[in-house]
């Protein structure tokens, strides 16, 4: 190589640990059957085809193959022929795809999405969602072919393909495209700053499918491990691209496993089994289906209580699966995150999250089978707007996961005041303003250590 090929090598390659290099000069070699980077030959797009075609689809390797095309390697370097890769070329993709900044990636971005050879400099949000579509299904390919699901199974879950769709727009729901609904490298700089996703799944790709183990670079985790679930009489209402969304947005990530703990396929509609399967589990996450539908749902960073009082702390969402794919967080309104109430005659009987009573972004009836979400035009706690199809909604299915490790049981039952004997009269005293002064005469509770 001439010295400025050697420059804008040895610039990129900078970037990476000085054991990690020889692992990313040698995928030219490799591709091409030799062991050195040269600029003098190319490996075929077959070639390439072959060593991707089990973690990505067809269409997706077209994609980067036509831009690792598109590099430009610099003015001394010698030009490869059209369709042809230099090795200066993928040393520079293979640095800005693994180590680059937002920047560098936005021209990546951009020569994937663009239509065959297209060379314009601007693309449309639909070509950027056809490339997230392909994206995403490599990373879910690649998820299956190296056995990471973490104890999910894809054929007990939604249509992959459509929650393929589903994440690819909500993904580029971010994008702020030009006046004319184009995007430039700048719109698609500032997309790939604020949705680090869009780099992982680009570095996950080129890293399993070309094979660039880098040291202290392990496999991201996508999923969260799932446990006792009988998968052969389930059918999941998540899709794992719709997993891979909303896992991230947990307090523990994806390190947090999660158990089926109801479900109305193998469990009925009863309101009070759902209750057990809800109480004294930890964090949940429940999920809904509606006769239309629309499946959403909320996450309860608590375990959930029996008492007419709301519960939880912001922590708590609300989000949508279908039609869309959207997380709502507290908006810091007021602090009506959980309420879970069974058996009383003056509070309202069922679940709620968010809102009020009477009016809950998501509530489901004690009488199983009936619910409602109600935003005119936000939930009040969530900024949520209606979840549901249709105001007033019948459920088709339920499922409740807890989230991470059970809690502990408890050692011994805690003695109850006189103030715990009817909370409906506390709770309508804490509605109406009255003052409840013997709270701080409560009897102390015994010291577990003595």
């Not at 040269?38 to 390797?61: N, T």
């Amino acid at each position: 190589m001439g010295n400025t090929e050697s420059v804008v090598v040895q610039k990129r390659l900078a970037r990476f640990r000085p054991e990690e290099r020889p692992v990313v000069e040698g995928v030219f070699g490799r591709l091409q059957g030799v062991v050195s980077v040269s600029v003098s030959s190319e490996p075929s797009f077959c070639l390439r085809q072959a060593s991707m075609c089990s973690l990505a689809p067809d269409s997706m390797i077209g994609r980067l193959h036509r831009c690792m095309c598109s590099i430009d390697p610099g003015p001394t370097a010698a030009p490869a022929a059209s369709g042809k890769t230099g090795g200066v070329s993928l040393v520079i993709f293979l640095a800005d795809a693994l180590r680059g900044t937002a920047e560098e990636r936005a021209p990546l971005v951009m020569a994937m999405s663009r239509s065959g050879a297209q060379a314009a400099t601007v693309v449309t949000r639909e070509q950027v969602v056809e490339f997230l579509q392909d994206l995403i299904s490599a990373v879910v390919q690649i998820l299956v072919h190296r056995g990471r699901l973490q104890g999910w199974k894809p054929e007990r879950m939604g249509d992959c393909s459509t929650g393929v769709k589903l994440l690819a727009e909500q993904m580029c729901s971010e994008l702020k495209p030009g006046d004319e609904g184009c995007c430039d490298t700048s719109c698609l700089e500032d997309w790939i700053f604020r949705v680090p996703h869009v780099s992982l799944y680009l570095e996950m790709l080129v890293a399993e499918g070309l094979n660039v183990s880098l040291s202290g670079r392990p496999a991201p985790t996508l999923l969260p491990p799932c446990r006792e679930t009988p998968w052969t009489e389930l059918r999941c209402l998540l899709h794992l691209p719709t997993l891979m969304f909303l896992a991230p947005q947990l307090p523990d990530g994806c390190g947090a496993p999660l158990r089926l703990v109801f479900s109305t396929q193998l469990h009925g509609e009863s309101f009070s089994r759902m209750v057990s399967g809800l109480t004294k589990r930890g964090p949940t996450l429940l999920l809904v289906k509606d006769s239309q539908g629309n499946v959403f749902g909320g996450f309860a960073s608590h375990s959930w209580e029996v008492k007419p009082q709301f519960q939880g702390d912001s922590r708590c969402f609300l989000f949508t699966v279908s039609p869309r794919l959207r997380v709502y967080t507290a908006t810091g309104y007021n602090q009506h995150f959980m309420y879970l109430n069974q058996n009383q005659q003056t509070m309202p009987n069922g679940l709620g999250m968010g809102g009020q009573h009477g009016y809950f972004g998501l509530w489901l009836d004690s009488d199983f089978g009936r619910g409602h979400s109600r935003a005119r035009p936000r939930c009040t706690t969530y900024g949520s707007p209606q979840l549901s199809g249709e105001e007033e909604f019948t459920l088709d299915s339920v499922e409740v996961w807890a989230v991470g490790k059970p809690p502990e049981p408890e050692e011994g039952r805690k003695k109850k005041s006189v103030l715990d004997a009817d909370p409906e009269v506390q709770a309508m005293m804490e509605m109406t303003g009255k003052t409840l002064h013997s709270q701080g005469l409560r009897e102390p509770e015994e010291d577990q250590d003595q």
